[in-house]
């Protein structure tokens, strides 16, 4: 999780950002203790609540082709 969490908050950065105002972006919907515990690194959390702060900030998991994936092997 620490890799996603560097993510979120890489990404909370370039958009200028607090916890406060990601919290108010996500009202309703996560508490905001939850958000400030994740953010700073206190506590892991739930799939669901990682899936919502990556979208709110229009951040998306790719995956990387391994090289058997693309026929591509090492010699």
């Known amino acids: 999780m620490t890799m996603i969490r560097e993510a979120i908050v890489r990404r ?3 958009l200028n950002l ?3 105002q990601l919290s108010e972006m996500l009202k309703g919907r996560i508490p905001r203790q ?3 515990d994740f953010l700073s690194g206190k ?3 739930r799939t669901e609540v990682v899936a919502a702060l990556m979208k709110a900030l229009g951040l998306k998991l790719v995956a990387q082709k391994s090289k058997k ?3 591509k092997q090492r010699k």
């Open 12 to 14: 909370m950065a370039e």
């Open 18 to 20: 607090n916890p406060n």
């Open 34 to 36: 939850t958000i400030y």
């Open 43 to 45: 506590t892991d959390t």
């Open 69 to 71: 994936a693309t026929g």
